[in-house]
């Protein structure tokens, strides 16, 4: 998103501020890196196109007279590389056979391997493999907007389109990749005697044509019609799909007597406009191992302890800039800087409640303290009573989790709660309570007869899409005539600096658009999912976010209540309190506020 931070951080490159070229390389790496790889579906020259990119980029920096349009600018720079590539590609009819890309290890094999994907995600990435390289080029820009890199605005002006062709543009792309879905599947069924028929002289490569006749067959095929079953919304499943990591070393190899390199030597190559070659290609390499946390995506939360992959620095001569995924840095303090003597901390402010601020817990020691010291006017805990969490002058707010939890017992239970009821926990997801649309509008007006305010089923994504399932319950409720008071939302990012504030603020502002309702935030922080694991932003990165995204959240009218996920920091993760009740840095910060 544009944010100022972005402008900030490409000003300060402009200028020649110490680490800030390398910061930019470090920052939209991956993000090129995933636009290339998808657009071009793994050729082996994609390496060389990222190193073109970055490389044309950073020379025609100094003439960028608009810095809040790099990002745009940069992803225009990719897309001509990866035309001008198409272009060079084709054969000659004297020339050497063109080096094709080994299918079992494209783009779309190394995003399945490398982020683990399962089921319709699965199936997603491989059918990239069966549409043109037009709509492959798309796919790649509007795969990024889904995972909340890019803006519809970026989409259009990358591809010199307005937002209205983009818009047309894109559906068209989504029918042609529905499609080649279709196919995937019919080709990992058992094959019917008509289909082996069909493909009697398929030469075994994916191509447009052959998705044609494929999806043609399976439309007039009883058994290959399987293929079209329970499709799900691919904005949605794209938006679970984190960015492909980047690999060590970027499979680039080091030019004989070359050595590697750091990422300040690409900026140094730029400088002097040096262009590819068999000495500059390790340039990238090197960056590419330097920038290989800087992918985003918003996922849902596991509640569930999981190993945290480390953060990973670009290190430089002057300072550590660890990269972002909006082109934003967050400086740290040199190794060699002598560590100042703190000051005597100052006695703490008086806690001020806000009504508005909430928490989600469970039960961990000192939860009594952390409640009564953090300033939050409400509290839940995904349960129907308020169980072992006492919290004297704080409200609690029941749930009704999930078709498990609608029993008779716990419908009476939470009427004697207070007066708002929150709906199902991400029914959108196979690992919370995972329902379907039909399901929960069945069970909805038992929800509605408790006579509570409702809140509407909290999805772990994709509130503000035409078609996710937060769109398909609401349309609904609207045709059954059942109430929805507000709604509720889950949110988590991987930007760890100044622009994820603008992140949620945006999504946000969508999803109030799109249903003209009052707005319940009842879980968000910051989680990179990229890689496999889970990475937590820094001690600093998730105080500075926690109180920056308090205060803005604190000053949009149409938010009524928000929480943070979570109170407790007993386990990894970005909790508030210690065991004991004791606020850490990130406490301290969202305490100070609202």
Same mark, same amino acid.
């Given at each position: 998103?544009?944010?100022?931070?972005?402008?900030?951080?490409?000003?300060?490159?402009? %200028?020649?501020?110490?680490?800030?070229?390398?910061?930019?390389?470090?920052?939209?790496?991956?993000?090129?890196?995933?636009?290339?790889?998808?657009?071009?579906?793994?050729?082996?020259?994609?390496?060389?196109?990222?190193?073109?990119?970055?490389?044309?980029?950073?020379?025609?920096?100094?003439?960028?007279?608009?810095?809040?349009?790099?990002?745009?600018?940069?992803?225009?720079?990719?897309?001509? *590389?990866?035309?001008?590539?198409?272009?060079?590609?084709?054969?000659?009819?004297?020339?050497?056979?063109?080096?094709?890309?080994?299918?079992?290890?494209?783009?779309?094999?190394?995003?399945?391997?490398?982020?683990?994907?399962?089921?319709?995600?699965?199936? +997603?990435?491989?059918?990239?493999?069966?549409?043109?390289?037009?709509?492959?080029?798309?796919?790649?820009?509007?795969?990024?907007? *889904?995972?909340?890199?890019?803006?519809?605005?970026?989409?259009?002006?990358?591809?010199?389109?307005?937002?209205?062709?983009?818009?047309?543009?894109?559906?068209?792309?989504?029918?042609?990749?529905?499609?080649?879905?279709?196919?995937?599947?019919?080709?990992?069924?058992?094959?019917?005697?008509?289909?082996?028929?069909?493909?009697?002289?398929?030469?075994?490569?994916?191509?447009?044509?052959?998705?044609?006749?494929?999806?043609?067959?399976?439309?007039?095929?009883?058994?290959?019609?399987?293929?079209?079953?329970?499709?799900?919304?691919?904005?949605?499943?794209?938006?679970?799909?984190?960015?492909?990591?980047?690999?060590?070393?970027?499979?680039?190899?080091?030019?004989?007597?070359?050595?590697?390199?750091?990422?300040?030597?690409?900026?140094?190559?730029?400088?002097?406009?040096?262009?590819?070659?068999?000495?500059?290609?390790?340039?990238?390499?090197?960056?590419?191992?330097?920038?290989?946390?800087?992918?985003?995506?918003?996922?849902?939360?596991?509640?569930?302890?999981?190993?945290?992959?480390?953060?990973?620095? +670009?290190?430089?001569?002057?300072?550590?800039?660890?990269?972002?995924?909006?082109?934003?840095?967050?400086?740290?303090?040199?190794?060699?800087?002598?560590?100042?003597?703190?000051?005597?901390?100052?006695?703490?402010?008086?806690?001020?409640?806000?009504?508005?601020?909430?928490?989600?817990?469970?039960?961990?020691?000192?939860?009594? %303290?952390?409640?009564?010291?953090?300033?939050?006017?409400?509290?839940?805990?995904?349960?129907?009573?308020?169980?072992?969490?006492?919290?004297?002058?704080?409200?609690?707010?029941?749930?009704?989790?999930?078709?498990?939890?609608?029993?008779?017992?716990?419908?009476?239970?939470?009427?004697?709660?207070?007066?708002?009821?929150?709906?199902?926990?991400?029914?959108?997801?196979?690992?919370?309570?995972?329902?379907? +649309?039909? *399901?929960?509008?069945?069970?909805?007006?038992?929800?509605?007869?408790?006579?509570?305010?409702?809140?509407?089923?909290?999805?772990?994504?994709?509130?503000?899409?035409?078609?996710?399932?937060?769109?398909?319950?609401?349309?609904?409720?609207?045709?059954?005539?059942?109430?929805?008071?507000?709604?509720?939302?889950?949110?988590?990012?991987?930007?760890?600096?100044?622009?994820?504030?603008?992140?949620?603020?945006?999504?946000?502002?969508?999803?109030?658009?799109?249903?003209?309702?009052?707005?319940?935030?009842?879980?968000?922080?910051?989680?990179?999912?990229?890689?496999?694991?889970?990475?937590?932003?820094?001690? *600093?990165?998730?105080?500075?976010?926690?109180?920056?995204?308090?205060?803005?959240?604190?000053?949009?009218?149409?938010?009524?209540?928000?929480?943070?996920?979570?109170?407790?920091?007993?386990?990894?993760?970005?909790?508030?309190?210690?065991?004991?009740?004791?606020?850490?840095?990130?406490?301290?910060?969202?305490?100070?506020?609202?």
């Amino acid at each position: 998103m544009r944010t100022p931070g972005d402008a900030a951080a490409v000003t300060a490159a402009q %200028r020649g501020e110490p680490g800030a070229l390398d910061a930019l390389v470090a920052a939209y790496l991956p993000l090129v890196y995933n636009v290339v790889g998808h657009a071009l579906a793994g050729h082996p020259d994609t390496d060389d196109v990222v190193q073109e990119t970055m490389l044309r980029a950073l020379n025609g920096l100094p003439k960028l007279r608009e810095p809040e349009s790099f990002r745009s600018w940069l992803l225009a720079i990719a897309l001509n *590389q990866v035309r001008d590539h198409h272009r060079t590609r084709l054969p000659l009819a004297d020339a050497e056979p063109v080096d094709i890309a080994d299918p079992g290890a494209d783009f779309a094999d190394l995003t399945v391997t490398r982020l683990q994907l399962t089921g319709q995600r699965r199936e +997603v990435v491989a059918a990239t493999r069966w549409i043109g390289d037009d709509d492959r080029e798309l796919l790649s820009l509007w795969w990024m907007e *889904q995972v909340g890199r890019i803006t519809r605005a970026e989409l259009a002006s990358a591809l010199d389109l307005t937002p209205q062709h983009a818009a047309v543009r894109v559906q068209r792309m989504k029918a042609q990749l529905d499609s080649a879905r279709v196919v995937v599947r019919v080709l990992a069924l058992p094959r019917c005697g008509e289909l082996a028929v069909v493909i009697g002289d398929w030469d075994g490569q994916p191509s447009a044509l052959w998705r044609k006749r494929i999806v043609r067959h399976a439309r007039e095929c009883d058994r290959c019609a399987r293929g079209f079953d329970d499709l799900a919304a691919v904005d949605g499943l794209l938006a679970r799909i984190p960015l492909v990591p980047l690999p060590a070393g970027f499979d680039l190899l080091p030019a004989q007597g070359v050595e590697p390199v750091g990422v300040e030597s690409v900026v140094a190559v730029a400088k002097k406009g040096f262009w590819a070659n068999a000495a500059t290609k390790p340039l990238i390499a090197a960056a590419a191992v330097a920038a290989v946390a800087g992918a985003v995506v918003l996922l849902p939360v596991e509640r569930q302890q999981v190993s945290v992959a480390a953060p990973v620095s +670009v290190t430089t001569t002057t300072t550590t800039l660890a990269p972002t995924t909006a082109g934003t840095t967050t400086p740290q303090p040199p190794a060699s800087t002598p560590t100042p003597t703190p000051a005597p901390a100052p006695a703490p402010a008086p806690v001020t409640k806000s009504i508005k601020k909430g928490v989600s817990t469970w039960h961990f020691d000192g939860v009594t %303290r952390a409640l009564s010291d953090v300033g939050a006017g409400w509290f839940y805990n995904w349960a129907t009573t308020r169980e072992n969490v006492q919290a004297p002058g704080v409200e609690y707010v029941p749930m009704i989790w999930g078709a498990k939890t609608m029993t008779p017992e716990n419908l009476e239970a939470v009427k004697g709660q207070g007066t708002t009821l929150l709906g199902f926990n991400e029914p959108d997801l196979a690992e919370q309570s995972d329902m379907t +649309v039909e *399901q929960a509008l069945d069970l909805w007006p038992r929800l509605q007869a408790t006579g509570m305010r409702l809140g509407s089923p909290a999805v772990a994504h994709s509130g503000d899409k035409a078609g996710g399932w937060l769109d398909r319950f609401m349309a609904g409720a609207r045709e059954r005539g059942l109430r929805v008071d507000f709604i509720t939302l889950h949110w988590y990012g991987s930007d760890f600096g100044p622009a994820a504030v603008g992140h949620l603020k945006n999504y946000l502002d969508a999803v109030r658009a799109r249903y003209d309702l009052p707005i319940w935030l009842t879980e968000y922080s910051l989680m990179d999912f990229s890689g496999g694991g889970v990475r937590y932003p820094g001690e *600093q990165e998730l105080a500075d976010f926690a109180g920056a995204s308090s205060r803005m959240l604190e000053d949009l009218s149409y938010v009524e209540r928000y929480a943070w996920f979570a109170l407790p920091a007993d386990k990894p993760g970005t909790g508030l309190y210690l065991p004991g009740g004791a606020p850490n840095r990130a406490g301290e910060a969202y305490r100070a506020t609202g």
